[in-house]
């Protein structure tokens, strides 16, 4: 079946712009997830969906990141007032149900702030 | 809170070779552990997983893995690699119960380089 799929895989903005990044969770899985990984880096959690509530968002770095979720299934996670620092890929994962469950990765969206 | 160490950045072998790529985690409650491999351009792909029972743990294409809790080590192993494994792996530790036992935390990978 499908897996997890995100939009774009890479986008360029300039500094101070605002970037949407989507996410397609599989079919079915409850809860949803979005990391960052930076250049060299492992992935870091950002926050976490159970259903169409942000179950922990404590992974945001700051107010300008802010993520949705509304009917349970797609997600967007939204940058505003983008910096260089927010260049990194942005994996988006799923799970059936939460909790320890396995956890499906998408290909990630590439962002790059000029 | 977790950490996961991964000892080695980059190791090269040569094809057919056998190879090990080290993780180790600290943990103040129990935690289930994972193999991840990313592979160019691609998402994470699980390779293999514990959660209980055998300490010995095998996966996709040929991996396994062994849980040492005395050691705190989840090392991954493969008795002879091949061109197509050249790939990045992350290990990653999740807690197995009570709060955040969604969030995994990831090492920071080990490219694996195979050559010819």
């Known amino acids: 079946g499908a897996g997890v799929s995100q939009t774009p895989s890479n986008k360029v903005t300039e500094k101070g712009k605002y970037v949407e990044l989507r996410c397609d969770p599989i079919?079915?899985?409850?809860?949803l997830y979005w990391y960052r990984q930076s250049l060299g880096q492992g992935p870091e959690f950002l926050i976490y969906?159970?259903?169409?509530?942000?179950?922990?968002d404590s992974g945001l770095p700051n107010d300008r990141f802010f993520a949705v979720r509304p009917e349970g299934s797609v997600s967007t996670l939204k940058i505003q007032r983008t910096e260089r620092g927010d260049s990194a890929v942005y994996l988006c994962?799923?799970?059936?149900?939460?909790?320890?469950?396995?956890?499906?990765f998408g290909p990630g969206t590439r962002l790059t702030v000029l | 809170a977790q950490s996961v160490t991964q000892l080695d950045s980059q190791v090269p072998v040569f094809e057919e070779a056998p190879v090990e790529l080290r993780c180790n985690y600290s943990?103040?409650?129990?935690?289930?552990l994972f193999w991840y491999v990313q592979y160019p351009n691609q998402g994470l792909q699980l390779l293999l997983k514990y959660l209980s029972g055998s300490t010995l743990v095998k996966g996709i294409n040929g991996f396994e893995a062994e849980f040492n809790k005395s050691q705190t080590s989840f090392h991954l192993r493969k008795p002879s690699v091949h061109i197509s494994d050249t790939a990045e792996y992350f290990c990653a530790v999740i807690r197995n119960s009570g709060g955040s036992n969604y969030k995994l935390t990831f090492g920071k990978g080990t490219l694996l380089t195979v050559n010819p």
């Open positions: 079919s079915g899985h409850t809860a």
């Open positions: 943990s103040s409650v129990s935690v289930y």
């Open positions: 969906f159970q259903g169409t509530g942000a179950a922990d």
């Open positions: 994962a799923s799970s059936l149900l939460g909790s320890s469950d396995t956890q499906y």
